[in-house]
């Protein structure tokens, strides 16, 4: 069972950087792509970065692209979103999300996000304004 724990969310002011961290849980992840979404209030779940395992490749939501980088550690199993210059829209839960490569491509995870097996419970990044 793959465990995904999030970690890095807080209060920063508008133009600011967040690193949020997730450590996955698990002896090898190349089987898997892993994501970050993101659910404001009021508003669905979205894809905002997800990333191959086994080779790195990045997806992005278009409208963050230039802001926000996905990148993954292998050594310790941890997938990272750097959150730089964010703005009070970016203000949400986000989630880390894995689930098998064999069941989609990582852009296809990103795009419906809806029935991945893998979910984290949750960061909260609040940007002010």
């Known amino acids: 069972q793959l465990q995904l724990v999030e970690s890095g969310g807080g209060l920063v002011q508008l133009g600011g950087s967040l690193r949020l961290s997730c450590a996955a849980s698990?002896?090898?992840?190349?089987?898997?792509?892993i994501g970050w979404f993101r659910q404001a209030p009021g508003k669905e779940r979205e894809g905002v970065a997800c990333?191959?395992?086994?080779?790195?490749?990045?997806t992005y939501l278009d409208s963050l692209k230039g802001r926000f980088t996905i990148s993954r550690d292998n050594p310790t199993n941890t997938v990272y979103l750097q959150m730089n210059s964010l703005k009070p829209e970016d203000t949400a839960v986000y989630y880390c999300?894995?689930?098998?490569?064999?069941?989609?491509?990582?852009?296809?995870?990103?795009?419906?996000?809806?029935?991945?097996?893998?979910w984290g419970k949750g960061a909260l990044v609040t940007v002010s304004s």
């Open positions: 990333i191959s395992w086994s080779d790195g490749t990045p």
């Open positions: 999300a894995a689930d098998y490569a064999s069941r989609r491509s990582v852009q296809a995870m990103c795009a419906a996000p809806s029935g991945l097996n893998y």
């Open positions: 698990a002896y090898n992840l190349d089987y898997y792509n």
